[in-house]
C-alpha cells in the first residue's frame, strides 16, 4: 500500500536559518504529491504540490522538488521566519488509487526562534 | 459563506455515549473525507466518500458510522464512545481528479471521558 514517512519534530531553527523536512514516499503507482501546513489552533491547508516526475513546486518561499529516482519530495525554504512555525505533513495521492484519497505523512513541527 | 465547516468545535462526551460530528461543504465538491489526527500518527483515515450515497472505509474505521445523504454533508457517527476515540476530527473535500486541492475544516476536538 502507499505510505509516506516523514523526519520527526520537532525541528527548531533561528530566524533566517535554512530549512528543509525530509519526506519520503511509497506508493503503487505514480502519485502527486503535497505539502500541507497546519498552524495552530487550525485545519490544514494546502502549501505547495507537484503532479509528476522533475516537477518543482513553490509557494511563499518554500519549494520541494518530485524526485522519482529516490521516491522523495523533501521541502526546502532559505530563510525561515517565526510565522512559518507549523506542523507540516506531507501527503500523496495515488492516481492507481481509488477515491482520490490522500495519503499522509506523520507531521513536522517547525519552531522558529527570533 | 464558502468553504467547509465542522461542528462542534469542541465536544466532551461519556463513554458509550453516541456523538454525531457534522461537516458541511458549500463548493459542491464530489468528495469528502473524515479523517483523525493523534500524536504520533499523523492523520489517519476513518471513511471517505466519492459522491452522495457512496460511502467507503479509510485505514481507521472501526467504530464510526457515515451517512452522505446530500453532497454538502457528510456527518460521522461514534455509535459508542471509547476514550481511545479521544482525538481531533478533521473533514476534508476536494473535486474530481487526483491533482486538485483538499481543502479542511478547522476539526473538531473531542474527549471521551
Known amino acids: 500500500g502507499n505510505s509516506v514517512t516523514q523526519m520527526e519534530g520537532p525541528v527548531t531553527l533561528s530566524e533566517e536559518a535554512f530549512l528543509t523536512i525530509n519526506c519520503t514516499y511509497t506508493?503503487?503507482?505514480?502519485?502527486?504529491l503535497f505539502w500541507y501546513v497546519q498552524y495552530p489552533g487550525e485545519g490544514l491547508q494546502l502549501l505547495l504540490k507537484?503532479?509528476?516526475?522533475?516537477d518543482k513546486g513553490s509557494n511563499k518561499g518554500f519549494e520541494a522538488t518530485y524526485r522519482k529516482e529516490t521516491t522523495s519530495f523533501h521541502l526546502e525554504k532559505g530563510s525561515v521566519q517565526v510565522s512559518d512555525s507549523a506542523v507540516y505533513f506531507c501527503?500523496?495521492?495515488?492516481?492507481?488509487?481509488?477515491?482520490?484519497?490522500?495519503?499522509f505523512g506523520t507531521g513536522t513541527q517547525l519552531k522558529v526562534e527570533l | 459563506d464558502a468553504g467547509i465547516t465542522q461542528s462542534p468545535r469542541y465536544k466532551i462526551t461519556e463513554t458509550g455515549r453516541q456523538v454525531t460530528l457534522m461537516c458541511h461543504q458549500t463548493?459542491?465538491?464530489?468528495?469528502m473525507f473524515w479523517y483523525r489526527q493523534d500524536l504520533g500518527h499523523g492523520l489517519r483515515l476513518i471513511y471517505y466518500?466519492?459522491?452522495?450515497?457512496?460511502?467507503d472505509k479509510g485505514e481507521v474505521p472501526d467504530g464510526y458510522v457515515v451517512s452522505r445523504s446530500k453532497t454538502e454533508n457528510f456527518p460521522l457517527t461514534l455509535e459508542s464512545a471509547t476514550r481511545s476515540q479521544t482525538s481531533v476530527y478533521f473533514c476534508?473535500?476536494?473535486?474530481?481528479?487526483?491533482?486538485?486541492?483538499?481543502?479542511f475544516g478547522q476539526g473538531t476536538r473531542l474527549t471521551v471521558v
Open positions: 476534508a473535500s476536494k473535486g474530481q481528479g487526483v491533482n486538485t486541492e483538499a481543502f
Open positions: 506508493a503503487t503507482g505514480y502519485p502527486s
Open positions: 507537484a503532479t509528476k516526475a522533475d
Open positions: 501527503a500523496l495521492s495515488d492516481k492507481g488509487g481509488g477515491g482520490n484519497k490522500l495519503t
Open positions: 463548493w459542491s465538491h464530489s468528495y
Open positions: 466518500s466519492a459522491a452522495a450515497d457512496i460511502t
